[in-house]
């Protein structure tokens, strides 16, 4: 049930564009995006539901293709404050009461 | 600072011991998570409680037991500790139970157990 993330980690260059991929096997209600930078909590990005639209804000969007049971996070010239770790959770029904979160994608950039 | 308190910082301890984590939610939340870090799995979803009502539960084990108290803050109460279970142990809150738009975690600052 865990979803699956890809890469597993990703390096580049400031200003250079990434996208982070998150698939599960099962269908979804929602994706939810979270950043956590070295030795600290996670932080929310966005959360994005079924039937909803792309969210973003910023140079960092996302999409969520349901058919597919896949979420895509898009982030466009990146900024060295965009390294860390991006984590994916999902639900797999509205009040799941549960998010179950990836293994994580490591991003790093390099000035 | 996201508003939620975890204590202790770090926890360090022998096989076989029992521990206590303590995680005071942001002020409203009704919802508390814990979650287990380790290097190789991601976020471990662990429990869920919602004012003061076990709502789900992940791949906790047997030895691992959690509450949430009239006041809101939550405990999670570790025993017959193995050496696996050193881990970062996350709490984070949340205002609605899930499922809504505005599901947002905030997460707490985390304990570090080492158990030796």
């Known amino acids: 049930q865990q979803p699956v993330q890809s890469p597993q980690a990703v390096i580049l260059r400031e200003g250079e564009d990434a996208v982070i991929n998150c698939s599960s096997s099962?269908?979804?209600?929602?994706v939810h995006w979270y950043r956590q930078k070295h030795g600290e909590a996670p932080v929310f990005l966005m959360i994005?539901?079924?039937?909803?639209e792309q969210k973003g804000h910023d140079k960092i969007s996302a999409s969520f293709n349901e058919k597919k049971q896949q979420s895509s996070l898009y982030l466009t010239a990146s900024q060295l404050s965009y390294s860390g770790t991006y984590f994916c959770?999902?639900?797999?029904?509205?009040?799941?009461?549960?998010?179950?979160f990836g293994k994580g994608t490591r991003l790093h950039i390099l000035p | 600072d996201s508003g939620v308190t975890q204590t202790p910082k770090h926890l360090i301890t022998a096989t076989g011991q029992r521990v206590t984590l303590r995680c005071s939610p942001r002020?409203?939340?009704?919802?508390v998570y814990w979650y287990q870090q380790s290097l190789d799995q991601g976020l471990q979803f662990l429990i869920h409680?919602?004012?003061?009502?076990?709502?789900a539960k992940g791949n906790i084990l047997e030895r691992f037991s959690a509450q949430q108290f009239p006041d809101l803050h939550s405990e999670l109460n570790l025993s017959s500790l193995e050496l696996g279970d050193s881990a970062l142990y996350f709490c984070?809150?949340?205002?609605?139970?899930?499922?809504?738009?505005?599901?947002?975690?905030?997460f707490g600052p985390g304990t570090r157990l080492t158990v030796l």
């Open positions: 959770g999902t639900e797999i029904k509205f009040r799941d009461d549960k998010i179950i």
């Open positions: 984070a809150s949340s205002e609605a139970p899930s499922g809504a738009s505005y599901n947002e975690q905030f």
């Open positions: 994005l539901l079924k039937g909803g």
């Open positions: 002020s409203g939340d009704l919802s």
């Open positions: 409680y919602y004012n003061g009502e076990e709502r």
């Open positions: 099962k269908a979804l209600y929602s």
